[in-house]
């Protein structure tokens, strides 16, 4: 073992000790031992033992250890730290900006475990709550864990699409052809995306030519198929070569799934692609429905298409209300006002504030005379605004045992009521679907938010039964909220097909912390897309009569339920 590997060991184990809150005094000593050993132009390892003792800065706990770590390569207080820490805190590690003591406040006083839900965090505000986090730490935090994320190869669908459509103008430029289209999981609006695909009508050696003199391009791999490249140093560009006459075929097929793909040639084994003009084309030649892009995941959609049974899904202009809004009143960035006025701006109808309930105090949750003084602001709001309409909600926590945070008079205080789960996400199924169950059951509960706690990337989410849930939602009259922050995207749209079959109505709500957060709506709608959502079944497309009939019926259900 070379000084420098000793050094790191020692440097490790001054970082975990502070990431565990362990005596600052002792972590300093081994942070100034591996400063110290990484300089020493002699090897350790070629000293005799007692010459190490004797060594400048190195004094006799910190000799033991050099010695322990030449014998058996190992330093046995690393080890046991190493253990007790979470991959997902070590990971922070890799984020500049925040040291060892900053991690131990985000770990153990946020309780914040890994990258995803530091960045979800920040931008909820959260940070600043603290001390010693400013808005500035804040802001180099979200800047590094978006670097370190891209890193990994993996993207938000939202954080790609603008680069998606860039690259396509790009390459048609430098190609001086109209005909390069962008494919595959661009195309299906998957939530994440880890290569952006093209069908390119060029030679191989001419995309190789040409891209050389490019820099942002590195050439990764080439087969007889495609051309892969690295992009700025960041994500993969895969190039589908082809010829002019096989462009709609090539585009088709990589436009689908594998499973899509297979389905569609048993379908149809004998279709000739080169009788056709384009995507739509291939369509009506076959006298079917037009499968959009995002729809085609599998084999399904091709007999639905047949049978003239895709409806009409939902667009982003049929969004008519913004339900599920943070203010600053709780961990939003935004007054009030300031919502309601760009919600205005944006022509939508109405704003639904479910700030945070009491449960929540890292979120500035608010407490019962709070609520009240909130209620007050928006009948006043309310007057000004005028058609426009304020609603008066909260995001209620799901406490641990499955019951709300509020008494029934508070809770009725509100036109409607959210309620999700924020804390002890680790939970087994069963713990999980109690909690759920009885939140559902709850007669005050009109939206279940974020159905599995997931963020896209860095969270699983803990484990539900989903058909349960949905048949729980049937049953108590609640409708399922599609969180459409892009992080979120949940409940997954895969599931959106069997609630409406049960008749239980889907929510896209942006959850959003500030006014650029309303746009988060339109990757709810591109997700719900996908699982065929209509805009008679989401509740945020109601127009403010419908919202507002909706409101008063569904309560009237509930209580006599
Ligand atoms: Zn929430
Ligand atoms: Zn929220």
Known sequence: MDNYAI????????????????????????SIAAYNIEKFTVQLSELPKDK???????????????????????????????????????????????GPKKIYAIWKEMEIENIGELLYACHENRLLLYKGFGKKTQDNVIESIEFYEQQQGNYLFASVETLGSELTAYL?????????????????HAETIAVLEFVIPVSPG???????????????EQNDDYILYGYDEKIKVKLFFTDDRSITEKLFFTSGTPEFKESFVKEFPKFDFEKVDDDQDIFK?????????????NGEIIKQAARFSIPHVIMPADIKGLIHCHSNWSDGSNTLEQLADAAIDSHLEYLVISDHSKAADYAKGLSEEKIKAQHELVNELN?????????????????????????????????????SVHSNLKMSEEKAMRRLLKAIENPFTIILGHMTGR????????????????????????????????????????????ALSKNVMISINPDAHSIEEFNNTRYGVLSAQKGMLTKKNNLSSFSLPEFEKFLKEVKKRKTSL
């Open 206 to 220: 001419k995309i190789i030519n040409t891209l050389d003199k490019q820099q942002e391009f590195e050439l990764l």
């Open 455 to 498: 963020l896209l990337l860095s969270r699983k989410g803990f484990p539900v039964d989903h058909k349960q849930i949905i048949d729980a939602c049937a049953a108590n009259d609640v409708v399922i909220e599609l969180n459409a922050h892009p992080r979120r995207l949940d409940m997954r749209w895969q599931w959106i097909e069997y």
């Open 285 to 297: 030649k076959l006298n079917i429905q037009y499968i959009p892009g995002f729809l085609r995941e």
């Open 7 to 30: 050094a790191h060991n020692f440097s490790m184990l001054a970082k975990l000790m502070d990431i565990h809150g362990e005596n600052s005094f002792k972590s300093k000593s081994y």
């Open 383 to 419: 007057e000004k605004y005028r058609p426009f309409k304020i609603f008066k909600s909260i995001e209620s926590d799901i406490l641990n045992d499955g019951s709300l945070d509020y008494s029934n008079s508070v809770l009725s205080s509100f036109d409607l009521v959210i309620a």
């Open 172 to 188: 048609q430029n430098i190609f001086s052809n109209k005909k390069i289209s962008i494919t595959g999981e661009f195309i299906r």
């Open 52 to 98: 190490i003792f004797s060594l400048q800065g190195i004094g006799d706990a910190i000799g033991k250890k050099i010695i322990e770590l030449l014998h058996t390569g190992k330093l046995n207080a690393l080890e046991e730290l190493l253990e007790k820490t979470p991959p997902g805190v070590m990971e922070m590690l890799q984020i500049k900006g925040i």
